[in-house]
T-cell receptor, first 114, second 115 residues
């Protein structure tokens, strides 16, 4: 069964350092999402791609976060510099295009900023 | 504005009893509704969705959900709970914005099934 791949699974970084997460969506899925999930809360959408284009980044803290999906396939989310409040689970998901399609999630990256 | 509310932080149920996890939504136009489950340190797993048609939707692991348009609700149900159903459950609504589809999640409900 096809899966969304994310790496690394766990990341510990010091504040003010740069950190990057990688996501490989299910083949053929045009829509890719990055969510942030703080412990005990629901996922919050950070950025949504349609192919290689950003279609929603309204909740992305653009002063420190960036995301790209250069060839419309895999994607990278970067934080520079990391802050203590960035500690969270970062989830990547993908779906086929369309309002009635479900999103499939990767295992997530657990980030701890110390 | 589009939103999802899960009014219960936690639901406790005895094994073998029926369970209900509540969800209400607010969205412009026709809603597309989803339920996901999350186990510790894992991503979200899709359970079921409502797009159109029959108000009772059946999904994975014996779960079902009932769409009620007048009450703007989409409650998750299971006739007989298992201890292994204990997890975090999220309701989500697909909202349209600028021609694209923003998937918005509720805060989650922790389900605890006791032996």
């Amino acid at each position: 069964e096809a899966e969304v791949a994310q790496s690394p699974r766990y990341k510990i970084t010091e504040k003010s350092q740069a950190v990057a997460f990688w996501c490989d969506p299910i083949s053929g899925h045009a829509t890719l999402y990055w969510y942030r999930q703080i412990l005990g809360q629901g996922p919050e959408l950070l950025v949504q791609f349609q192919d290689e284009s950003v279609v929603d980044d309204s909740q992305l803290p653009k002063d420190r976060f960036s995301a790209e999906r250069l060839k419309g396939v895999d994607s990278t989310l970067k934080i520079q510099p990391a802050e203590l409040g960035d500690s969270a689970m970062y989830l990547c998901a993908s779906s086929q295009f369309g309002a009635n399609t479900e999103a499939f999630f990767g295992q997530g990256t657990r980030l701890t900023v110390v | 504005a589009q939103s999802v509310a899960q009014p219960e932080d936690q639901v406790n149920v005895a094994e073998g009893n029926p369970l209900t996890v509540k969800c209400t939504y607010s969205v412009s136009g026709n809603p597309y509704l989803f339920w996901y489950v999350q186990y510790p340190n894992r991503g979200l797993q899709f359970l079921l969705k409502y797009i159109t048609g029959d108000n009772l939707v059946k999904g994975s692991y014996g779960f079902e959900a009932e769409f009620n348009k007048s009450q703007t609700s989409f409650h998750l149900k299971k006739p007989s709970a298992l201890v292994s159903d204990s997890a975090l459950y999220f309701c989500a609504v697909r909202a349209r914005r600028g021609g694209y589809n923003k998937l918005i999640f509720g805060a989650g409900t922790r389900l605890a099934v006791h032996p």
